[in-house]
């Protein structure tokens, strides 16, 4: 009889601090059962290694412990702890690599400009650890996240501080009305498995093959769209004057850490319009130097350290001077200057905007005092839920955690459905043209005309998931005989297709006395949070993006924290993943235990 065994993830900071006192406590619990607890290391760092055996000696080497456990995840043996990673932005995993460089590990620097084919693939390597690199791997199940019963009770009688909101306030989202993911979207089902090449054509014929081959299923739902760069700028030149105008601070809110092609590259559209003028000033310099803008306005101050004195502080004197015309920034940190557009991975939507809703809709600015808030969400596709939550809270206050109902989520997540799933085919356009995505007998699927600099992606999302994702839903309906609401927007490409599979799967399942709807996402938050008011609890059944924004919304308004709830993922072979924690910043328990002599957890 085999004996049965946990695998429980190693990661970073916060979570990692708490492993050294959580996991003794899991072991001995286990221990007594017969259950075996093995670790596997899937830290940034040991990511990382894992990448460069051969330029370790072999004491130094990591096994590949992400890949092992991503086969592992695709077997009904998968019984795997989950706590949160870090999801590196470049300047994170230029430290990192800084960091295991100075402890003896003879690993490259990550080559920002590759000058040769070995730069190249070194690129590449790193280019597995970058973003939410994990997640998409392990989570080969659909989502199903809740508060335990005690847990909302205990919120209840201990309520959390929520910040007063007024009528007056001036905080709120602002978004494109065009040019943007949402108003490109094309979508289509897949007849038949095979492989799909995506493919750039310029105006002189030429074919520039930007993936070969992707897989897909039969059944399976592809869709593309494109960013138009130049109404991106245009849209934040335009935003930022009239957040001046306002007397409001700016503040962009984007998830460069799991969309770690395309966020990264709209934050540097912000970053370059908001401090154009010092840029323009110093392009040469900064460009020799490296400076990438989709870094953020640190990697200026980083990269001009080792320059003359003088030179270094006339170029600081001009970025300084900007703040004098602009809007003033939402702050990470007040105290040492650290603005919203210093490092892409600083302000991270779904965390910011619920901490937002519940600071009374305000962020803090450069004076250290919270201030009303003009919120860049560029895309359509899911800002309107965020307005829709601060006009609510502007008519009727803020929630009272004391009565408020709860909102569980069935996410449909697995096999890297939707847009967490298009990294590997999202690209940032180098020539004007014609994207075409063609099947095997060379049939066009989807095209888009794109101009420089655009950003072009596609995503895939598999019937099975969807399937699964109805039967969780209905399941989760039946055991609660709570409402359950499909979030899903009838004018949006992918949702349409994605309606229709709903439509036809929960057919397959008895729904006779269920509450199970299909609204927009701003109509489903609209009676989301009138039923929250009211005290009611409701089911929301989301895509991928909306799962990982929802789950944290909820949770921070009704709980304080989304470490507080359940996430289960009942792994489509049979096995379960059991996500535990919330990510964070080790620097912040390592100030408080500075400051206090304790550690928080």
């Keep these: 009889m085999s004996t049965a065994k946990i695998i429980y993830t190693k990661t970073d900071e916060a979570p990692a601090l708490a492993t050294y006192s959580f996991l003794p406590i899991v072991t001995a619990f286990t221990r007594a059962a017969g259950i075996v607890v093995e670790t596997r290391d899937i830290s940034l760092a040991g990511r990382i290694l894992a990448n460069f055996p051969e330029n370790l000696n072999p004491e130094q080497r990591h096994s590949d412990s992400l890949a092992e456990l991503g086969e592992l995840a695709k077997t009904p043996a998968a019984n795997i702890i989950k706590l949160p990673n870090i999801s590196a932005s470049v300047p994170q995993l230029q430290e990192a690599i800084t960091e295991l460089q100075s402890q003896g590990y003879d690993i490259p620097n990550y080559p920002e400009e590759p000058r040769n084919d070995s730069e190249k693939e070194t690129k590449v390597r790193y280019a597995k650890v970058l973003g939410s690199a994990v997640n998409p791997v392990l989570r080969e199940g659909n989502s199903d996240r809740r508060v335990a019963a005690a847990v909302k009770i205990f919120a209840k009688r201990h309520p959390h501080s929520m910040g007063a909101w007024s009528s007056d306030s001036k905080t709120h989202v602002a978004h494109m009305e065009d040019g943007d993911f949402y108003s490109s979207e094309q979508s289509v089902v897949v007849s038949d498995e095979g492989n799909l090449k995506i493919s750039l054509f310029v105006k002189d014929g030429s074919e520039t093959v930007l993936r070969a081959a992707v897989p897909v299923l039969k059944d399976e739902v592809v869709d593309a769209s494109r960013m138009d760069c130049a109404a991106l700028a245009a849209f934040y030149a335009k935003e930022m004057d009239a957040a001046k105008r306002d007397g409001v601070l700016f503040s962009l809110h984007l998830k460069a850490t799991m969309m770690k092609v395309s966020d990264p590259i709209m934050f540097g559209h ?326 206090e002599g304790h550690l928080r957890w």
């Design 270 to 595: 912000a970053v370059e319009v908001y401090y154009k003028d010092a840029y323009q000033k110093h392009a040469a310099v900064l460009q020799k130097l490296g400076v990438d803008v989709n870094n953020g306005v640190g990697d200026v101050y980083a990269k001009i350290a080792d320059l003359p004195a003088a030179q270094r502080t006339a170029i600081e004197a001009d970025f300084a001077a900007v703040y004098e015309t602009r809007p003033a920034l939402a702050m990470v940190n007040s105290d040492k200057g650290i603005t919203n557009l210093h490092v892409p991975s600083d302000v991270i939507i779904d965390a910011s905007m619920p901490a937002a809703v519940r600071s009374s809709g305000q962020m803090w600015g450069p004076d250290g005092k919270l201030a009303d808030t003009k919120a860049l969400i560029p895309d359509r596709c899911y800002a309107g839920i965020y307005d829709e939550v601060i006009n609510n809270c502007k008519q009727h206050g803020a929630f009272d955690v004391t009565t408020m109902g709860n909102v569980c989520n069935v996410g449909l997540m697995a096999q890297k459905a939707e847009e967490y799933g298009s990294h590997d085919k999202t690209f940032e356009i180098a020539t004007a043209g014609i994207v075409k995505v063609m099947n095997a007998a060379g049939d066009v699927l989807l095209e888009h005309a794109v101009n420089a600099g655009d950003i072009w992606r596609m995503c895939q999302t598999r019937d099975l998931p969807i399937r699964d994702w109805v039967k969780l839903a209905v399941n989760r309906a039946r055991q609660t005989g709570t409402p359950a609401i499909f979030w899903l927007d009838e004018n949006r490409a992918h949702d349409r297709q994605v309606i229709q599979k709903v439509t036809q799967y929960l057919q397959d399942h008895d729904t006779n006395g269920l509450d199970i709807r299909v609204l927009s996402p701003i109509e489903a938050m609209r009676v989301t949070l009138a039923r929250v008011r009211k005290g009611e609890d409701t089911i929301s059944v989301t895509g991928n993006v909306l799962r990982d924004y929802l789950t944290d919304l909820f949770p921070i308004l009704e709980l304080g924290t989304s470490a507080k709830m359940l996430s289960i993922v009942p792994l489509l072979a049979g096995g379960g993943l059991y996500e535990t924690g919330a990510g964070g910043s080790a620097p912040k328990h390592v100030q408080q235990f500075l400051n």
